[in-house]
């Protein structure tokens, strides 16, 4: 006995559940303003903690730690908030209108 097509058929997949509330994106801005802000506080910088040093891991370290600090000041990471949930082809602007109304759509049978 096989199927016909006028029986439901249904699937169900896990899938990785979006978080609730907005997505956040972080990113960093990377103009020419700040790229020479950048240079100019890498400049100013003596180095001396890491010319001195005369163990290479700790002078690389040092090196590191200088060099994050600067770049996290000359570009800061900025915080973009996003709605996460995915756009619906099939709802169109009169189910949207109707749907905020808070009118309800009439049943056929």
Known sequence: M??????????????KKLPKGPLRTYTRHFTDNKVEEFKYLIQEETWNEV???N????????????FTYYF???FSIKVKFENN???NKWITKGLIIVYGAGERL????
């Open 2 to 15: 096989g199927y016909s097509d006028h029986l439901a058929q249904f699937l169900c997949m896990k899938s």
């Open 51 to 53: 010319l001195e040093c």
């Open 55 to 66: 163990e290479p891991n700790n002078s690389f370290k040092q090196f590191m730690n200088t």
């Open 72 to 74: 996290n000041t000359a």
């Open 85 to 87: 949930f995915t756009e």
């Open 106 to 109: 009439p049943r056929t049978q």
